[in-house]
């Protein structure tokens, strides 16, 4: 598989579950290991990444052999046995129950199950048949083969309580047995291996939040049923992301999910009512329906022809109406919006589909469209009965926004800066290819590779003799050629990759290099896209060593030109406003304060005595005196770190650029602007190199555009507000003779 590049809590994961497995197989007995990783973190593709590093006979010293069951629900044993195929293709032989050869799991083989069918009527791979082919005889057989068992049981808090599953479990009695899940059931496992839920949000893989119908009041009822409103609110957000995503120049087509309800049995006429009103809506107002195919329906008794490739990322179908069909392990990233109806008597719903939304389309944020970075839940149930799954946590959800108020905004378009986040210290990334390419051309590899000779043949020495050890220069010997099969030129092959991946990570790097080989050899050498023809030219003794060195000059150029040192991490300038909108989960409350440019103002709060919390308390107390200051138009409490909140370069004490967040953006009626930092003891002590960043940032701008602009580092001293704007920076609680009263009142 080219370019399944992993990320890096995946890198590290998979080589944590490496390590754990390897010790349990070490111990005596049977033994359980929970692998917990969240809904979208790529769950399927780490556990693939780590059996075929598990097997990997050159990390592999205790020679052991393995064969794998793979049991999971519904057909999501398929639709892993897919996904691995398409990731890891060569690494395994995969089967179903119907597939297996002389009732045995091969070495490396993975035979795949579904729960249901072990329990149903026909009990078909428990009951014994007149060919003996039944579970037990084929783990019997595999066992007596000399192999190792390892069970993997996908998305196991479904699957792993009851009677039936503890017998199947104990008719199997696999070495290892890893559970998979986003919510596992623990029963005291004897390893446990954890994805933490914050690592896959920040390497960009899913959403950053979920909104629930956000801005929706601004959808006007005018005797519209709610289901249209609710469809109005999602196709405008709809089109909505497909124009950012434009603007970003990606070509996504981001897919609105429709859920009807899941209604009793008896009432099907109002079932397929609510499927007509839906269908009516979209096609009277947006002209979507089926024969344009810009709508797909999936339901148990009617599928449109057009589901064929809906998980594209370009395909044309823009509604996508089902039940539940879809709730567990279908995987769609472009999916983003998510409707849901209250029709039936519960009064509280459950949002088991959210999982289908979560993933980033392209696994990166959107730095400059943080829009494109949410899911998108509209409903028409009330937000006191929706009750979220537990796969995700309820502090994801954001219910509430705080907006702007342009009523007393105007533009600042204030300089401000961001850094990006770097990725390739570590990894080779895409770009790898492009350079090795040009230094192929550059010294014309292709004039030097020498094709005639295609079987790769090993030296073996053979009746060696040696006669005087003393004087012997040279052995005596004879030479048998030794021709390698296919499997082994691509083990080799394998080898000399990830030996090319110099000083970067392996296991991601080597990916990259066989990338950049396979680009080279289909565009340059005119072979097969992955032929194995070509591993043969490269491990060629005439070649290898020249393949090698264009492979290490463009990593030296990678290095030079990708690899940015880590005190010139790149930093984007820009032109800050204040945001337009600020999402908030429900550990946000509203505060109640007149001059918040952000209407209302959410703080955090402490649920059992509902208080407010902030930083600290000078900051509390500051927002009371700006809130309370006639001067003052308007306030803005900053944020950290994102690229939607204001910073100011300064040089931090090791010598290095950083970003400096000011705490407060203040307005005054006269047309001036403060930013303040606010700060007590300690804090202001290690505030230096920030004040200084600070204090030369407003001189510059007061220089270059006239701004009448002041600040610095604020500080409470006895009840009175006093800030430091010096160049030189200097806090000593007992002499603040330089230290300016702030009087704004």
């Not at 990444?49 to 010293?61: G, T």
């Not at 050899?521 to 290898?544: C, G, Q």
Request: with cysteine; hydrophobic share 35%; charged share 30%.
């Amino acid at each position: 598989m080219e370019n399944l590049e992993l990320k890096l809590y995946q890198d590290e994961k998979v080589e944590e579950l490496k390590n754990k497995v390897n010790e349990l197989l070490e111990l005596d007995g049977n033994k359980l290991c929970i692998f917990e990783a969240p809904t979208g973190s790529g769950k399927t593709i780490m556990v693939g990444e780590f059996l075929k590093r598990f097997v990997n006979p050159i990390d592999r010293e205790d020679g052991k052999q393995f064969s794998f069951i793979w049991i999971s629900v519904r057909d999501l044993h398929n639709q892993s046995k897919k996904s691995l195929q398409q990731n890891f293709e060569n690494d395994f032989r995969y089967s179903s129950f119907e597939d297996l050869q002389n009732n045995v799991i091969g070495k490396n083989e993975i035979l795949f199950l579904n729960w249901e069918k072990i329990y149903n009527v026909d009990r078909v791979y428990i009951r014994d048949n007149e060919r003996g082919k039944n579970l037990s005889s084929i783990v019997e057989n595999t066992k007596q083969a000399g192999r190792e068992i390892v069970l993997i049981i996908d998305e196991s808090h479904h699957t792993n309580l009851g009677p039936n599953a503890t017998r199947v479990r104990a008719d199997i009695a696999a070495k290892i047995t890893l559970e998979v899940s986003a919510t596992p059931v623990f029963r005291e496992p004897d390893g446990h291996v954890k994805v933490h839920f914050e690592k896959v949000v920040a390497e960009g893989m899913i959403k950053k939040e979920i909104a629930i119908n956000p801005e929706f009041q601004k959808f006007k009822v005018d005797g519209k049923s709610s289901r249209e409103m609710v469809i109005d609110a999602a196709i405008a957000k709809r089109n909505e992301l497909l124009e950012a995503y434009k603007v970003e120049g990606s070509d996504i087509n981001p897919l609105l999910l429709i859920q009807l309800p899941n209604l009793q049995k008896g009432i099907n006429d109002l079932d397929k009512d609510v499927l007509t009103d839906v269908q009516k809506i979209l096609k009277r107002k947006y002209d979507i329906m089926e024969d344009n195919d810009r709508m797909a329906i999936w339901l148990a008794d009617n599928k449109t022809p057009n589901l064929v490739n809906i998980e594209k990322p370009t395909n044309e179908v823009e509604v996508l109406i089902f039940k539940q069909a879809i709730a567990l392990g279908w995987d769609c990233p472009r999916a983003q919006i998510l409707v849901i109806f209250r029709e039936t008597e519960s009064r509280v719903f459950l949002l088991q589909t959210v999982g289908r939304i979560m993933r980033m389309p392209e696994f990166h944020h959107y730095e400059n469209h943080p829009e494109l970075n949410k899911a998108y839940v509209f409903t028409n149930i009330g937000v006191s009965e929706i009750q979220l799954g537990d796969e995700i946590a309820k502090e994801y959800f954001t219910i509430q926004e705080a907006k702007r108020n342009n009523k007393v905004y105007k533009n600042l378009d204030l300089p401000s800066i961001h850094f990006k986040r770097q990725r390739e210290k570590t990894r080779l990334s895409g770009e790898f290819s492009k350079i090795f390419m040009d230094i192929a051309e550059k010294i014309d590899l292709k004039g030097k590779l020498n094709t005639k000779k295609t079987g790769i043949s090993k030296e073996i020495i053979v009746d060696g003799k040696i006669i005087n050890i003393d004087k012997a220069r040279e052995i005596e010997h004879s030479i048998m050629n030794y021709h390698s099969p296919d499997m082994e030129i691509q083990a080799y092959y394998d080898l000399f990759c990830k030996a090319s991946t110099g000083e970067f990570a392996p296991f991601d790097s080597m990916d990259r290099i066989k990338s950049a080989l396979n680009k080279f050899f289909m565009r340059v050498m005119s072979f097969e896209n992955d032929d194995p023809a070509f591993y043969k030219v490269i491990l060629n003794p005439d070649n290898v060593g020249k393949v090698s060195e264009v492979l290490a000059l463009a990593r030296e150029e990678y290095k030079r030109t990708v690899v940015v040192k880590d005190e010139e991490r790149e930093m984007e300038s820009m032109v800050w406003n204040v945001p337009k909108v600020i999402s908030y989960n429900s550990k946000y409350k509203a505060k109640s304060y007149q001059r918040s440019v952000m209407m209302p103002f959410y703080s955090k709060f402490q649920q059992e005595n509902q208080q407010a919390l902030f930083d600290s308390k000078t900051e509390a107390d500051f927002i009371d005196y700006v809130d309370k200051a006639k001067q003052v138009e308007w306030w803005f409490k900053n944020g950290q770190g994102e690229v939607n909140y204001f910073a100011v370069p300064y040089v931090d004490r090791y010598g290095k650029k950083a970003a400096f967040y000011v705490d407060f953006i203040v307005r005054l009626k006269n047309g001036d602007m403060w930013l303040l930092d606010t700060k007590k003891g300690q804090t202001a002590e290690g505030a230096k190199e920030r004040a200084e960043g600070l204090a030369k940032y407003i001189k510059e701008q007061k220089k270059k555009s006239n701004k009448k602009m002041f600040g610095g580092i604020v500080v409470d001293v006895d009840g009175q507000w006093r800030y430091n704007d010096n160049e030189t920076y200097e806090y000593n609680p007992n002499e603040l003779k330089n230290w300016k009263f702030l009087d704004l009142k």
